[in-house]
Nanobody
């Protein structure tokens, strides 16, 4: 099983991005129970959990992104998404997805840069 993140890029403050995470090598029966999360690692800082979604689609957000980010999942396609709105320079980071309770090997992440 491999995590493949995509969708990052460079945007101006106030912009939006949609990140995607494919749990490659997984099948529906093993992906759907996973409690998935999006993490980020700003330059020079530790990785932090910003949003997670349970198997029954209950979502939780860090205070720093609440009201701006939306996490969702597509179990049929083994994907997790992160819609990021009203982006701020402090959202600049490499974004990763992973299973919150049973972590897999980390993927390469996707870079998000918010700058004017």
């Amino acid at each position: 099983v491999r995590l493949v993140e995509s969708g990052g890029g460079a945007v101006q403050p106030g912009g939006s991005l949609r990140l995607s995470c494919l749990v490659s090598g997984s099948i529906f029966s093993t992906f759907s129970p996973r409690h998935m999360g999006w993490y980020r690692q700003p330059p020079g800082k530790q990785r932090e959990l910003v949003a997670d979604i349970t198997s029954d689609r209950t979502a939780t957000y860090a205070d720093s992104v609440k009201g701006r980010f939306i996490i969702s999942r597509d179990n049929s396609n083994k994907k997790v998404y992160l819609r990021m709105n009203s982006l701020k320079p402090e959202d600049t980071a490499v974004y990763y997805c992973n299973d919150v309770q049973r972590p897999l090997d980390w993927g390469q992440g996707t870079q998000v840069t918010v700058s004017s």
